[in-house]
């Protein structure tokens, strides 16, 4: 699963999907399925202003899945509130998290990566 921020990359989303698409393509089975989700369950602007198709709110996310959250350098405040509660409401039950693009940065305010290696954005 995907987490957009308002102002995310279109770059780092479709790098990302790309990548599960032709790893789908060379295996004899579909292998990845990748939901966007948001802090709301609606649609948010990328930085260019396009809105990708969202599947719902981080409270879509269960047990065992993967939630890459892709970040924004400009989170509206109540925004990153209601990200980091369900980031958090998400670790909590037993969701993996990760970031691409400036999403580390979210997760790091979140308290997420409190005791764990990461590498964040440029």
Not at 20 to 34: E, G, Y
Not at 78 to 90: C, E, F, Y
């Amino acid at each position: 699963m995907l987490a957009l921020l308002p102002g995310h990359s279109l770059l780092s989303v479709a790098g990302f999907m790309e990548t599960l698409a032709l790893a789908n393509r060379l295996s004899p089975m579909r292998v990845f399925d990748c939901d966007c989700l948001t802090h709301d369950g609606r649609p948010v602007p990328s930085a260019t202003g396009i809105a990708l198709p969202v599947a719902g709110g981080l409270d879509q996310a269960r047990r065992g899945d993967v939630l890459l959250l892709c970040g924004s350098p400009d989170v509206p405040p109540q925004v990153q509130v209601t990200m980091t509660r369900g980031l958090r409401m998400a670790a909590r039950h037993g969701v993996h998290c990760g970031g691409l693009d400036r999403g580390a940065e979210v997760l790091a305010q979140a308290g997420l990566l409190k005791g764990r290696t990461a590498t964040t954005h440029w």
